[in-house]
């Protein structure tokens, strides 16, 4: 297992941007395809981005395509969220995650075995 903590999160004005890290250490990091899920209140986890072992391949959720971006320096075993343009719905909790699984063009979260412990993003409109 892979140990994962996020940081970057919380509040910032809609139209405003943040950039989320994700610190791993404990296995060989470009071992695995990574991902940010994001979980609201109320509702189910979803998946925001992944990125596949050598950053070569990448998915967003639609919601976010054009304004978030996902990137990883295996060099700092460390995974990213780059978020631009932020709007109130985009407030949750955000979680990146490992998974051994690479390249494919769907992950639901049960193919992740590694989670970090969540970094709140707000969002005021």
């Known amino acids: 297992q892979v140990q994962l903590v996020e940081s970057g999160g919380g509040l910032v004005q809609a139209g405003g941007s943040l950039r989320l890290s994700c610190a791993a250490s404990g296995r060989t990091f470009n071992n695995y395809a990574m991902g940010w899920f994001r979980q609201a209140p109320g509702k189910e986890r979803e998946l925001v981005a992944a990125?596949?072992?050598?950053?070569?391949?990448?998915l967003y959720t639609d919601s976010v395509k054009g304004r978030f971006t996902i990137s990883r320096d295996n060099a700092k075993n460390t995974l990213y969220l780059q978020m631009n343009s932020l709007k109130p719905e985009d407030t949750a909790v955000y979680y990146c995650a490992a998974t051994r699984y690479s390249g494919r063009s769907y992950y639901s979260a049960g193919d992740f075995g590694s989670w970090g412990q969540g970094t709140q993003v707000t969002v005021s409109s």
């Open positions: 990125i596949s072992w050598n950053g070569g391949s990448t």
